[in-house]
T-cell receptor, first 113, second 113 residues
């Protein structure tokens, strides 16, 4: 069964801490994505990557960075967490030149105090 | 650029009643369209997708959607609601067969006994 795994389901951090959210996919997908989900706003794209060491900004990249050193792993980094980054973070992947559907992880709920 | 509007942030139906969740999109090129479902504390899973071909698309759990180009709509329907259909539903659009999806704001479906 195909799988996208996010390392932490729930995290609580303090303002100013550096936060790492890890995502691993076992489908050999080229593309990986980080979305943020907030009530009433749906999912908003933070960053995505089409290949190892490649990254592109999404719609709301401010305050975030990403790392993709290996094809299967895509990390989201909050350099200095703030309370307005309290949210659900969803990682997803898909195949290049496929049918376009995204495969999602179960999400990481981050609370910044 | 593409965008998605879901009409109604909350929809409530009785068990056995018709489910209709509305989605309108804008896209400068023929779109790929998706409906995803999210159950509490889980990631998103694909219900159905339209890429090319037949405009009436059947998905899992008895859901279907019809692509209407003239109305730029992709509404989701199910003839008879079940209690297990209670969840949040997201419509999404993409202009490529790979890459990023743009999501609507989401519609929370409540099913009453």
């Amino acid at each position: 069964d195909v799988k996208v795994t996010q390392s932490s389901r729930y995290l609580v951090k303090r303002t100013g801490e550096k936060v790492f959210l890890e995502c691993v996919q076992d489908m050999d997908h080229e593309n990986m994505f980080w979305y943020r989900q907030d009530p009433g706003l749906g999912l908003r794209l933070i960053y995505f990557s089409y290949d190892v060491k490649m990254k592109e900004k999404g719609d709301i990249p401010e305050g975030y960075s990403v790392s993709r050193e290996k094809k299967e792993r895509f990390s989201l980094i909050l350099e200095s967490a703030s309370t307005n980054q309290t949210s659900m973070y969803l990682c997803a992947s898909n195949q290049g030149a496929g049918t376009g559907e995204l495969f999602f992880g179960e999400g990481s709920r981050l609370t910044v105090l | 650029a593409q965008s998605v509007t879901q009409l109604g942030s909350h929809v409530s139906v009785s068990e056995g009643a018709l489910v209709l969740l509305r989605c309108n999109y804008s896209s400068s090129v023929p779109p790929y369209l998706f409906w995803y479902v999210q159950y509490p504390n889980q990631g998103l899973q694909l219900l159905l997708k339209y890429t090319t071909g037949a405009t009436l698309v059947k998905g899992i759990n008895g859901f279907e959607a019809e692509f209407k180009k003239s109305e730029t709509s992709f509404h989701l329907t199910k003839p008879s609601a079940h209690m297990s259909d209670a969840a949040e539903y997201f419509c999404a659009v993409s202009i490529t067969s790979y890459g990023k999806l743009t999501f609507g704001q989401g519609t929370i479906l409540t099913v009453h006994p």
